[in-house]
């Protein structure tokens, strides 16, 4: 899978890259007025890469077969990080939100982001290490909900609903390729999802208030919707091929996080429409690929962890997108690879290099072959030729 793999790297770099220069492009002002530099904001994203870059390179070398086998550590570890933000003294309580764990005096760290890639690579190896009895209730679908549930309802409480979401999504459908049951899983979902809407929309004045702003319609810019208003201002200005990189006016202390949730109107609005579609499209491909990765891994292991970081990894571009365009209620989720941020970029590369790991193993047919074995037709059971320990 040498082509995908390599377009996957070049797809890769594409939106690292734009992502530097518009980082840099929305938040020049903001970084004068508030830090003194002009390239705060581009020093501090720059540290970021390369450290993602490490870490990229390092889960990308590693074997992920020797990696899953310790998939308890990994689910514990991802656990144990969500637990800490509600520690006194540990979490860090910013905007009335636990999603960060205090480094020293101005560093934080997000659990929640480094949990995505800990809990695919932990789920994918429980998944195939408990295959013989992943359609039963008390050996596959009672776990699954103890083990997936718990990173999800962590992160919730935060509260964090959008990543919380995120991650049921992308462990719903992992599960559901691992083997888990139907019919034990459908009635508990029918049970959770409105169980769940109705706590957050009663309990969460903020939920609520985005969800009623958004199903009313209301453009009125000095309450809730200012920031989506401003955001398709943006958008609607840069035209088809944009006022320029650098000339966009909503850097200006107009659109705030223009350089991170909202750094998808910076680009409407600087490179057009134009440069939102080519954004579109990389991660179209990125996810068109990683799929092809899932298909042809050599193993369920390999299927379930390059489908956990293309899901991951395309549903939050299509959620950050969606927000900014006003398609749904608004959500705090970075763009993918082009959002300013710390933990989430490293750990995202730490994901995809998890997916060049899977890319690297011959396909299954030559798996197969090599084994001496019939090539696998389309349709039957994958064989896995690596069982985890």
Request: with cysteine.
């Amino acid at each position: 899978m040498d082509g995908a793999r390599r377009t996957l790297l070049i797809v890769t770099g594409a939106l690292l890259s734009i992502g530097m220069v518009m980082v840099y492009s929305s938040s020049f002002v903001m970084a004068e007025k508030s830090k003194g530099t002009p390239t705060y904001y581009l020093e501090h994203h720059a540290i970021y890469l390369i450290l993602g870059c490490i870490a990229l390179a390092v889960s990308s070398i590693y074997d992920y077969h020797r990696l899953a086998r310790h998939w308890k550590w990994f689910i514990l570890t991802a656990l144990v990080l969500l637990a800490a933000v509600f520690i006194p003294g540990v979490g860090a309580c910013i905007n009335g939100s636990r999603r960060w764990i205090k480094l020293g005096a101005s560093l934080t760290f997000q659990p929640s982001e480094a949990a995505k890639p800990l809990m695919i690579a932990g789920l994918a190896g429980w998944i195939v290490q408990t295959r013989d009895g992943i359609g039963t209730f008390t050996r596959g679908f009672l776990p699954a909900v103890v083990i997936a549930g718990s990173a999800v309802v962590l992160t919730a409480i935060e509260p964090d609903m959008g990543s919380a979401g995120l991650m049921a999504s992308v462990f719903c459908a992992m599960l559901f390729v691992g083997g888990i049951r139907l019919t034990y899983a459908i009635p508990a979902f029918l049970i959770a999802l409105p169980l769940t809407a109705l706590l957050a929309y009663t309990k969460l004045g903020y939920i609520r208030s985005r969800i009623e702003d958004f199903m009313s319609g209301s453009m009125d810019e000095r309450g809730a919707a200012y920031q989506i208003v401003q955001a398709l201002i943006a958008l609607g200005s840069g035209g088809a091929t944009g006022a320029g990189l650098g000339q966009g006016h909503c850097k200006l202390l107009f659109l705030p996080e223009a350089h991170n949730d909202f750094i998808f109107a910076s680009i409407g609005e600087e490179l057009g429409l134009v440069g939102t579609l080519t954004v579109v499209a990389l991660f179209m491909l990125f996810v068109i690929q990683g799929w092809r990765v899932a298909r042809r891994a050599p193993d369920m292991l390999g299927t379930l962890i390059a489908l956990g970081v293309t899901l991951c990894t395309g549903l939050q571009a299509a959620i950050n997108i969606a927000v900014v365009t006003r398609s749904m209620p608004t959500k705090g989720i970075a763009l993918p690879f082009i959002s300013y941020g710390g933990s989430s970029l490293i750990f995202l590369l730490a994901s995809v290099g998890l997916l060049l790991n899977v890319a690297a193993h011959p396909p299954s047919d030559a798996v197969q072959r090599d084994a001496g074995a019939t090539p696998r037709k389309k349709g039957t059971t994958r064989l896995i030729p690596n069982p985890v320990s």
